[in-house]
């Protein structure tokens, strides 16, 4: 019997790199409920129900949102294809891989990329960003990473928006890493589209990408002199779909949808401001465990994201071992660096339903046996000791 | 409480209509099991064992063969974006709705489109192909439906493929509803490119769009002058995640590919040749069923399609109420006309898990309870009586 006839059971893994994360059991099970069709009153019933639910957790009040039949970089894609024609010009805030990665679409959408770049691990360069807008002259749109997934570093948003709407230009905003985890305002910041991704702080599966859009977002793509040269992703003749008396645009993946309204429906029972102290808190656990095992955080602490933390590797230290053995022995997965962070960082991500204490000592712990079995010396039993302090604090804090 | 706040808990439907079809609970279960990371060993092997399943499916001993993380409209647009290149002339052979939906995508794409059209509800006409290719001279792309899903009609592969190669062109071929469901051949055929969708007849939800890929097609991208305009469904780059040492390209929907190589496994259990019987046999009783009730069917015997059949309207009768009490009522799904064809006929389907016996007694019993409460006369029982004679003529004829 070929391999591919057996059955298949995955060994469940933490997953702590930068998503997907884990997915609670209420959500996997919603993903087995029947099929129904993809114009079934029933179903458009939980498009409606995922746009109510999104809406206040991207901070928008009646934005334009809806989720993409695609992953995280389909957003992405649609945000550029749909805002940008050819040889518009486009202004790309980059301080990591994803922001690198905007540029590659951008420049294949056709527009006219323009880059300001900072150090990979520090925050954007506000004031590089309006000396290059000045420069420029009419830009029809700036781009930025709010949670740069690559180096762990949160970028500042509202000042960006400012700068860019002050010379005429649209913002779109990636918050593949944010969007559930930390606060996203559109409204409040001024933000005219922002994608993200379902399987990061959100708690589902990958397979959708939730996107949004204000007015001004809206108008300049009715504004277009040519058509959006994709199909699939085209947000207007989507909007069609997406609406109480649905057109036929594509066949939408039910079940996705059926996983994400849970998901989506664990978050509001939790709460917002509830999930986002719970991924501060355990963040903070992690921090105070990594440093006092005698490891180095990468990013400061002001501009550190609690859902995905960067170590620096200890000289010396096999990165691709120490991974490979966690993932193996301890069915624990954490992420390497890309690019010129690749051999130099672990990402180790806890984010929605993986965000939890025991997540954070099962990591310090597992980390610490494998550095300690490769030779590497460290204060042992210290981590989660640390840790454990972390929480308490918190916990006394909160009385 | 929020109506989005309750639970959700569908209720079943016989999906009849045009995909998707229904789910096997093996299927839906598979989805339920705990997500691992896209690039997890675990799950590159699901990948493999997916491409290794879907190859005798299309047909093709060695192509290029994976699933994009997006539905049929993903493989479609996939396909023109990565073999079209600005201003190349490409034909598109239209008898239906998706054909004209290949236009509206190759021009979007940038290419200089030519269309033969052929009447709804006929095949294509070769012949008229032949002399628009002469006319047109140097072409880079056909493209044609398989199964136009619109109309419920067959299209000759073999002799277009063999026309397009003849004048140096590719071929696209479009396998939505007829992979998995009928004989796909891309070696025999001599197809480039074939894309389809989970949804039809290979029987896993929507979300994922297998295509395939000939040795022609590849060199014909690598030789572009210009990149792919979507990064998304860039098959060059994704053919670097699909292999044995997986480079990340996007996060691939882990659970949809869960449920595909459940389905995948389903169908070789099952055997291509015993489920293509078992789609023309329930097919023949649905037929002799409709036809016993006293309607026409609109395509002729020869290009009819076994999984997809197009009923022509008794004049008089309101489609959409039909329709809908057949979904609120009797919670069977069927489908209506698109374009020229709207309110003329009903799409009725017998795709994958919904081809069975089962299906199409309910199917004829049901319309005809609703055609009578319409009171629309005709011979009560006839329907049935029909399909259980042919499924008895193919039982005694297999012995």
């Avoid at 884990?22 to 746009?51: E, K």
């Avoid at 001024?190 to 991704?197: C, E, F, H, L």
Wanted: proline letters at 6%; aromatic letters at 8%; hydrophobic letters at 45%.
């Amino acid at each position: 019997m070929a391999d591919y006839m057996k059955e298949f059971h995955p060994t469940p893994r933490l997953l702590m790199g930068p998503g997907p994360s884990n997915v609670h059991p209420r959500v996997l099970q919603a993903m087995a409920s029947p099929v129904v069709g993809h114009l079934d009153p029933q179903f458009v019933q939980v498009m409606i129900d995922v746009r109510e639910m999104l809406r206040p957790v991207f901070g928008t009040r009646d934005g334009l949102t809806l989720a993409l039949s695609g992953t995280g970089h389909a957003g992405m894609e649609a945000s550029f294809c749909n805002l940008l024609e050819h040889g518009e010009k486009v202004l790309i805030a980059v301080n990591g891989f994803f922001g690198q990665r905007m540029t590659d679409i951008a420049a294949r959408v056709g527009g006219e990329v323009h880059l300001v770049e900072s150090t990979w691990g520090k925050p954007l360069d506000v004031n590089a960003i309006e000396v290059e807008l000045k420069r420029l002259g009419r830009v029809k749109v700036v781009a930025m990473i709010h949670a740069e997934t690559s180096t762990g570093v949160l970028n500042p948003v509202p000042e960006v928006a400012r700068l860019a709407h002050e010379h005429g230009a649209l913002l779109i905003l990636d918050t593949v890493t944010s969007l559930g985890g930390m606060k996203v305002a559109m409204d409040e910041w001024d933000v005219d589209i922002a994608y993200s991704a379902s399987q990061k702080c959100l708690g589902s599966p990958p397979g959708l990408s939730p996107i949004s859009l204000e007015p001004r977002a809206l108008e300049a793509m009715k504004a277009r002199k040519t058509r959006v040269q994709s199909y699939y992703l085209d947000l207007v003749t989507l909007a069609d779909y997406w609406s109480k008396t649905p057109r036929y645009h594509h066949t939408a993946p039910v079940s996705m949808f059926y996983a994400f309204r849970e998901s989506l429906r664990m978050l509001h029972e939790e709460g917002l401001e509830v999930r986002f102290k719970r991924h501060t808190r355990n963040a903070a656990a992690l921090w105070a465990g990594i440093e006092a095992m005698g490891l180095k955080l990468m990013v400061e602490p002001k501009w550190r994201l609690p859902q995905l933390t960067t170590v620096l590797i200890p000289e010396g230290v096999d990165d691709v071992k120490v991974r490979s053995t966690l993932l193996n022995e301890y069915n624990l997965e954490i992420s390497g660096g890309f690019g010129p962070l690749a051999g130099k960082i672990w990402r180790v991500g806890l984010m929605g339903e993986g965000c939890y204490p025991s997540s954070v000592f099962y990591f310090l712990s597992s980390l610490e046996q494998v550095l300690t079995r490769m030779g590497y010396e460290l204060p042992i039993g210290e981590g989660v000791a640390a840790a454990a302090r972390a929480l308490a604090d918190y916990a006394s804090s909160a009385r």
